[in-house]
DNA sequence: CCGATATTTCAATAATCGTAGAAATATGGA
DNA sequence: TCCATATTTCTACGATTATTGAAATATCGG
């Protein structure tokens, strides 16, 4: 990953309501979820979720498919994990006692302790 | 992890020169680096670098003190963490096996453990 | 104290960003 | 075809952002 895509999903993602549009997705997994559904959940005018929908696909953060009158928009799961790896990259110069390693793309529910291995 | 506090980090690191000085810190590890060595490092304007740094700390995503003339910076790894478990968080509806999972914090690839000294 | 080094503060400016309104486009159904 | 629904495009505007130059502050060595 290049530093400006790095760059880019960040800053897609550093806006308040582009955050909430990309969390609902991710949340709602590969099925997505319509345009319509999101400006009615996050009460936002479509012509402004179209502005933050173009920001988030040029990012690579989401795809976007046509069903009948609706867009079906979905998080892009590799782009997060890339950016992730991106961001953690040669962590503490390769000795990560140094810093809690944390699991991305876990489950909400099953949050239990691990057990020290 | 609030929404605003996640988008502040976000927005912190989005952006060119901000990212390169948070990737610098992350690879110093807990140490830090001065900010002297960080201008030299990616040849930026002294004030100008003040003004990024400001923006990293009032995100919480680095620290700072004093070491005689110079400001010691080091990154904050448990902002990161925090950061990525809230964007990542109640991935896919609670069933993960639909996008795959990356550690954060690992060591470079390519790596041979320290030899004992 | 003085001079040098390291960093910050302040003020100004061009560029980019988020939102809203109005109009346009695309699809499906009667 | 006509109409309703769903989303996008276009335009404009206030707000925020990154950078620069000049001056100020803090620390160290002599």
Redesign the pocket.
Known sequence: METSDAVAAL?AL?????LGVYRLLVQAGPDGL????I?EKLD????????????LRAAGLVT?R?D?????YAARFDTMNTLIAYLTANCCGGQPEQCVPVAACKPAAKRTKQPAS
Do not use: E
Request: proline share 3%; glycine share 6%; aromatic share 6%.
């Open positions: 800053a550093a806006q308040d309501n582009r319509s345009a319509g559904v400006a936002l005018a479509p012509n402004t979720l179209t502005f933050h929908f173009d920001r976007v046509r009948g009158r609706s867009m079906i």
